[in-house]
């Protein structure tokens, strides 16, 4: 019954590999997001969903790539991965303009 | 630019007494304040939030404080728990978008 789920939770792999995020909530929520937190941990928002459509694009590298096949889904595809990339990546959600997210676990990305 | 800033990395607190963590910001527009509480591992999860028209909101142990004319928060934990133990953040959003805005968090220990 997990409300935020995303997978994998780790994720180590080399540069210039591409590499999926899965994410996906069962919270009935109509925007999904997508944030960083780097190594100052710094958390930062990357993409912002709402009903399937992208809302928020904040100043991300065209190696990213969000996908949201549906309301309850959000993956973030990334290309050519770079050191740089290293960090947690947290999906998260909420109901239409209110305020407060539902974040999920976190995945760890890093890239030797 | 960090609009949203928390300038204490930590806090150290005895089991009891009260813990005071604080948040400042630059952006005059934001009208919604929200804490965040994240433990090692796992997403933030919304604590407490207060609209910009009140000054005050308290839930249970926990109260927020809002001076808008110094664009300050701080939220009052008391009395203080070891399971409070957790980075908090404060966080930020303005009407018309849908992203927070975070601070870098503050790292809270409470002693036994």
């Known amino acids: 019954d997990t409300a935020v789920s995303q997978t994998p939770k780790y994720l180590v792999t080399q540069m210039g590999n591409d590499k999926s995020i899965k994410c996906e909530q069962n919270?009935?929520?109509?925007?999904m997001y997508w944030y960083k937190q780097d190594s100052k941990k710094f958390l930062k928002i990357m993409f912002s969903y709402n009903n399937k459509e992208l809302i928020i694009n904040e100043t991300v590298p065209n190696r990213f790539s969000p996908k949201s096949p549906d309301k309850a889904h959000l993956n973030l595809h990334i290309n050519s991965l770079e050191l740089g990339d290293s960090a947690v990546y947290f999906c998260a959600s909420s109901q239409d303009r209110t305020h407060k997210a539902d974040f999920g676990p976190g995945t760890r990305l890093t890239v030797t | 630019d960090q609009q949203v800033k928390q300038n204490s990395p930590s806090l150290s607190v005895q089991e009891g007494r009260i813990s005071i963590l604080n948040c400042d910001y630059t952006n005059s527009m934001f009208d919604y304040f929200l804490w965040y509480k994240k433990y090692p591992a796992e997403g933030p999860t919304f604590l407490i939030s207060i609209s910009s028209i009140k000054d005050k909101n308290e839930d249970g142990r926990f109260t927020v404080f809002l001076n808008k004319s110094a664009k300050h928060l701080s939220l009052h934990i008391v009395p203080s728990q070891p399971g409070d133990s957790a980075v908090y953040f404060c966080?930020?959003?303005?009407?018309?978008?849908?992203?927070?805005?975070f601070g870098q968090g503050t790292r809270l220990t409470i002693n036994p």
């Open positions: 919270l009935g929520h109509d925007t």
């Open positions: 966080a930020a959003i303005f009407q018309g978008a849908q992203k927070l805005v």
